[in-house]
C-alpha cells in the first residue's frame, strides 16, 4: 500500500472526519514510529506504526463497500458540515466505520438516490463530466409551463455564459397550479434544474433523482440505505470501462450478513 495522509488514514480507520483527524494531529495526539506527526505527514499501514492517543492504528479496511442510500430532504449530500452547524449529513445516515465518497451530490433541498463508496477511482468516474453519465430526475414545478419554454430547456439555456446541454423531459402531469416532469440528462452543474426552472418563472417544488447511470433508487423509502448487488456494481463498472473481475465485498467482515435496507427515516 501506498503512503497516504494521516487524516486520509485514520479516516479510512473509522477514526474520526478528516477536520477533526487533522486537529487531533495538531494537538499532537498522532505519531508515527514514537515521532509526533505534523499535518501533511504521510504513512504507509503496512511498514509504519501509527499511533492515535497511544493506541496502534487499524489497517483501513480495504474491502469495497458500495451503498445506494436515498437521501431526504433537509439532509447535506456531504460526509460533513463544513459550517459544524450540526446539520445533518448523508454519512450520519449510514452507520459504518471508515471514510465513505458520495457520488452524485444533491442539494439540501433535493431527495432521492445517492451512491456512497469507498471506492475512490469508480467514485471519480462516475461524477466526471466526461464520462457523462445519464441521471433521472422526477421534478414538480410551480405552475403550468409553456410547451416553447420546455422545447428551449430541452435543447439548452444560458447559465454562467455557457448553454447546457439538450435533455430528455416528459410531461408527467400538468395543472394549472403545478406540473409534473421526468427530466434525463447527462449534465450536472450544480443546481441546474432549479436555475433553469426559476429562470422560466417555474420555480421546483419537489425534485427527486430515481437514477444514476444503470442503478435505480426502485423501491428504497426515504432515508434508507442498502449494499449494492454484485451485478449492479459490475454495470457501474462497465458504465465507466472498468472491466468488473472481482465480485465485490458489499459487507464489513465475512461473518457479517448484508443487512435489509435501514438507516434513520
Known sequence: ??????????????????????KMIRDGRVKINGRIAQIGDKAD???D?????????????????YIALNKPKG???STEDEMEAGRQTVR???????HLYPVGRLDKQSEGLMLMTNDGQLAHQLTHPRYGHEKTYRVEIEGDIHPAQLDQWRQGVMLDGRLTAPVRITIIDQF?????LEIIMREGRKRQIRRIAAEFGHPVLKLKRLRIGPLQLGNLASGKWRYLKPDEVAALRQAVGKPSTNKPTN?????TTPPKPRGKS
Request: overall charge positive; glycine content about 6%; aromatic content about 0%.
Open 1 to 22: 500500500m501506498a503512503e497516504e495522509r494521516l487524516q486520509k488514514l485514520m479516516g479510512q480507520a473509522g477514526i474520526a472526519s478528516r477536520r477533526e483527524s487533522e
Open 45 to 47: 499501514p503496512n511498514k
Open 49 to 65: 506504526r501509527i499511533e492515535v492517543d497511544g493506541r496502534k492504528l487499524a489497517r483501513p479496511n480495504t474491502q469495497t463497500i
Open 75 to 77: 439532509v447535506l449530500s
Open 92 to 98: 450520519d445516515l449510514i452507520d459504518l466505520p471508515g
Open 176 to 180: 394549472p397550479d403545478l406540473t409534473r
Open 251 to 255: 459487507k464489513p467482515s465475512k461473518k
